[in-house]
């Protein structure tokens, strides 16, 4: 089955830098990978997605990438503010999406 | 518009007893329904998912069990609860036939003592 790993688990970034997650997946056949931002308490709300025919997608302050031949994804987000502090998860989907652990961005004003 | 609403928004129960958390879905037909546990501070563990009526696969071996007696509601139970079942439970729905987002219900916060 499929399996997702999220790196780094935790990141600090000053307040207008940039911060970047990564995500490896196994299976070849994942065709979508979402990106998710859970505050703390909250339910996960979508934040941006992306399909396997489309190599980056950008929104705003907030971009994915997507290499499938190196099966990796990644987000960036640029000019962080306080308010992107939360806790972000990666998945990939088959026939079900398959989360990653999750890594904690704490963005200091 | 499609809605999820789950309940009880939090729940403490002794270990041993019993358990039913529930989630409807509005606003969609034949949606795909998943279960999730959340552990403090930890990822999202997905338990069970459904794509139809009385169809259900379990993700994870465990006391849990779930149920979907109707075409928009998933139920969560146990028999009997045990300590590491405490975590934040999170139930979520996709558009059926393809690979869709899911959206997740406000969860439900179980604390076994």
């Known amino acids: 089955g499929e399996n997702v790993e999220q790196h780094p688990s935790t990141l600090s970034v000053q307040e207008g830098d940039s911060a970047v997650i990564k995500c490896t997946y196994s299976?070849?056949?994942?065709?979508?990978f979402p990106w998710y931002k859970q505050e703390l308490g909250k339910r996960p709300q979508l934040i941006i997605d992306?399909?396997?025919?489309?190599g980056e997608k950008k929104d705003q302050r907030i971009a994915v990438t997507l290499n499938k031949t190196a099966k990796h994804f990644s987000l960036h987000i640029t000019e962080t503010q306080p308010e992107d502090s939360a806790v972000y998860f990666c998945?990939?989907?088959?026939?079900?999406?398959?989360f990653g652990t999750g890594t904690r961005l704490q963005v200091f004003p | 518009s499609q809605t999820i609403h789950q309940w009880p928004a939090t729940l403490v129960q002794p270990v041993g007893s019993p358990l039913s958390l529930e989630c409807t879905v509005e606003?969609?037909?034949?949606?795909?329904l998943y279960w999730y546990r959340q552990a403090a501070g930890r990822g999202l563990q997905l338990l069970f998912y459904?794509?139809?009526?009385?169809?259900i696969s379990s993700e994870v071996p465990q006391n849990l069990s779930a149920s979907r007696p109707q075409d928009r509601q998933f139920i969560l139970s146990s028999k009997k609860l045990l300590l590491s079942d405490s975590g934040f439970y999170l139930c979520?729905?996709?558009?059926?036939?393809?690979?869709?987002?899911?959206?997740f219900g406000p969860g439900t916060r179980l604390t076994v003592l």
């Open positions: 992306i399909r396997s025919n489309v």
């Open positions: 606003g969609t037909s034949n949606p795909n």
């Open positions: 459904s794509v139809g009526i009385g169809q």
């Open positions: 979520a729905w996709s558009i059926a036939g393809g690979y869709n987002e899911q959206f």
């Open positions: 998945a990939a989907n088959t026939d079900k999406l398959i």
């Open positions: 299976d070849s056949a994942s065709n979508y």
